[in-house]
């Protein structure tokens, strides 16, 4: 089983649509879950860290399910400008180490 | 803002050459990472340092080393490049608190030829 798993879609969805996306890790010892996005051809740009309790930031809600070992991103009112790949990223060792999914494709269409 | 600069976008290189490539961050952070992004392989660890003068392997180590002389600046050498690390490089640098994220720089795109 890989460290951390996404399905990499892509989810084509249409504006002001709801979509989800869940990301699996393998991990139990895991402490710090993040959310990043990344446009076509630019660097990863933290969208939102995961906590115990779930939390939101705006359109977007992250949620942390540790007895199943997954976590989930849910974007509300989807715009154009949320297409991008988000990807899961999981904390796998010290000193901040850190494993990345391979990323979801998000296609938000008009 | 945490700002981490690298020192080419694009870099076009010759088998066989010396490569070098240079971080720089403004944060002050400790921990600094250097990755390798390829098409269906998500980002890679190759190396990352903990603080000046250490560092430690990541996945992928091979064909590769780093140095870390100050704590702002964390470089990556290919010793003796190879087409098959033609690839997008991406640096990052995080505190060591619990539950802080790694921010990224704008990444190299590094064509061995």
């Known amino acids: 089983r890989k460290e951390v798993e996404q399905d990499p879609g892509p989810f084509n969805v249409p504006e002001g649509a709801t979509v989800a996306f869940n990301c699996t890790y393998s991990n139990s010892a895991s402490q710090s879950f993040f959310w990043y996005r990344q446009d076509c051809r630019k660097e990863p740009k933290l969208l939102m860290s995961?906590?115990?309790s779930g939390n939101e930031d705006g359109r977007f809600t992250a949620q942390l399910n540790r007895a199943s070992q997954y976590i989930s991103l849910l974007i509300r009112d989807s715009k154009l400008s949320d297409s991008a790949t988000y990807l899961c990223v999981v904390d796998t060792g010290g000193y901040q180490k850190v494993t990345f999914g391979t990323g979801t494709k998000l296609q938000v269409i008009p | 803002d945490v700002k981490v600069t690298q020192s080419s976008r694009y870099l076009v290189k010759r088998t066989g050459e010396k490569v070098f490539l240079e971080c720089v961050q403004d944060m002050d952070h400790e921990n600094m990472f250097w990755y390798r992004q390829d098409p269906g392989l998500g980002l890679r660890l190759i190396y990352f340092?903990?603080?000046?003068?250490?560092?430690e392997k990541g996945d992928i180590p091979e064909g590769y080393s780093v140095s870390r002389e100050k704590k702002e600046r964390f470089s990556l050498i290919l010793e003796s490049a190879s087409t098959n690390q033609t690839s997008m490089y991406l640096c990052?640098?995080?505190?060591?608190?619990?539950?802080?994220?790694?921010?990224f720089g704008d990444g190299t795109r590094l064509s061995i030829l």
């Open positions: 340092s903990y603080d000046v003068k250490m560092k």
């Open positions: 990052a640098s995080s505190t060591p608190k619990s539950n802080q994220p790694q921010h």
């Open positions: 995961v906590y115990s």
